[in-house]
Nanobody, 114 residues
Framework: QVQLVESGGGLVQPGGSLRLSCACSGITFRNYVMTWYRQTPGKEREVVASITSGGNTNYADSVKARFTISRDNAKNTVYLQMNSLKAEDTAVYYC????????WGQGTQVTVSS
């Protein structure tokens, strides 16, 4: 059974930081491209950042220089370090694993508010 379990979300003030984690099981993690998405009510899910099996990364323009995606293949976990958070970063953040199959986590809420 494949499971992707996100954690680390919560309420943070503008300018603060959070670190999201996505622990994966049931897949050969090192073979998968891992992507963080986010979604707010009434909007489509959007890509935040991705990392390939080889460690190549890509970021949405809105988060470049503020967010960092990384992976630990020994722990089957992908991370998203989020710094200098803004109100517009408020969303549900989802972890995605993609190779020949496509899997999603259940999401974790991030709220940036004073």
């Amino acid at each position: 059974q494949v499971q992707l379990v996100e954690s680390g979300g919560g309420l943070v003030q503008p300018g603060g930081s959070l670190r999201l984690s996505c622990a994966c099981s049931g897949i050969t993690f090192r073979n998968y491209v891992m992507t963080w998405y986010r979604q707010t009510p009434g909007k489509e899910r959007e890509v935040v950042a991705s990392i390939t099996s080889g460690g190549n990364t890509n970021y949405a323009d809105s988060v470049k220089a503020r967010f960092t995606i990384s992976r630990d293949n020994a722990k089957n976990t992908v991370y998203l370090q989020m710094n200098s958070l803004k109100a517009e970063d408020t969303a549900v953040y989802y972890c995605n694993a993609r190779a020949w199959s496509n899997y999603w986590g259940q999401g974790t809420q991030v709220t940036v508010s004073s």
